[in-house]
């Protein structure tokens, strides 16, 4: 019975996908290199848990090439910390359903596993990005930033994109990217896509999945804080919002709060004060119950 199960659901599942799958690195380039040199691939590299914010990349890099390559590797370098790398969200089945409502024949879904990602034991090598990643998460999160280019670059060898796209959700990591991919000085155009949020505010995120619908209304509290100090950084000092935002978070047990910044949207510096003359941002990354969120948002 369980046999005569497995021979009619596999054929179907392949006839609904028909979506290119990859594991192999190796496979992976050759496919790439199978390519006319005409043919452009759109590059979106994710760690799954795939949500509509993915998608609005992977819908923006099919706009602008012909095929599009999707990764999904929960990239073990970047976690500076053993238990969020076990406790992040791992939804292969979900991430399937969601690429299906895709043009499968345009897309091919690269799921390379650590070991052939590597060519062994998963190790970062050290990068020199400056004082961009010196701050933020680059504070709190020590290592992370090596993790992220050493896997990027890897990434990056296996699919030579002609642009590779990533949400402005991580704005920082988007700076940083555009360093590496200067640093290793091929064609890849690195786009930055604007934060998908939901109705409520909420910025979309892997890690959401790990909320309770109740958590999710308390999580729009950053983007409830973030924009009421942009509506009133023109009447208030940054040190008095600055306040004013620390004691929301100290009124809800729940929250912990890492750090809330404002700085120069290009290079990071961290500002104490408003000024129209260069774009600012406001960074913000907080604890709710076990759950580390991260947001930003423009002011001018
Ligand atoms: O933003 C992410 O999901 C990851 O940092 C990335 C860019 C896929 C690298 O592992």
């Not at 496979?27 to 914010?53: D, I, K, N």
């Not at 750090?259 to 600012?280: G, R, W």
């Amino acid at each position: 019975m369980q046999i005569w199960g497995n021979v009619l659901c596999l054929p179907s599942v392949n006839l609904i996908l028909k979506m290119r799958i990859i594991t192999l690195k190796s496979e992976m380039s050759h496919w790439r290199q199978g390519l006319s040199s005409q043919s452009s691939v759109g590059f979106v590299p994710t760690m799954g848990a795939l949500h509509h914010g993915h998608l609005s990349l992977v819908s923006q890099a099919l706009m602008d090439n012909d095929l599009a390559v999707i990764s999904i590797f929960v990239n073990p370098t970047q976690f500076n910390n053993s238990a969020d790398l076990e406790v992040y969200p791992r939804t292969f089945e979900a991430d399937n359903s969601l690429l299906e409502t895709l043009p499968h024949d345009r897309i091919v879904l690269f799921t390379p596993r650590a070991e052939d990602l590597y060519d062994g034991p998963p190790l970062s090598k050290r990068w020199e990005f400056g004082s961009i990643a010196r701050v933020m998460e680059g504070e709190f999160r020590d290592g992370h930033f090596d993790g992220v280019g050493t896997v990027l670059q890897l990434l990056f060898e296996a699919v030579s994109p002609s642009k590779s796209y990533f949400g402005e959700k991580d704005y920082q990591q988007l700076l940083i990217v555009k360093s590496l991919a200067d640093q290793l000085g091929n064609t890849n155009e690195i786009i930055g896509c604007p934060i998908y949020r939901e109705v409520s505010g909420l910025a979309m995120s892997s890690r959401n999945q790990r909320l309770s619908e109740q958590q999710k209304v308390q999580a729009t509290l950053l983007y409830q804080i973030m924009k009421y100090i942009k509506e009133h950084l023109n009447t208030m000092s940054w040190a008095e919002l600055k306040s004013w935002a620390e004691l929301q978070f100290e009124k809800d047990k729940d929250w912990q709060l890492e750090y809330l910044t404002l700085a120069d949207s290009q290079t990071l510096e961290k500002k104490d004060d408003y000024s129209k003359d260069k774009p600012l941002r406001i960074f913000i990354a907080a604890h709710l119950g076990t759950v580390r969120l991260i947001d930003n948002m423009a002011v001018n």
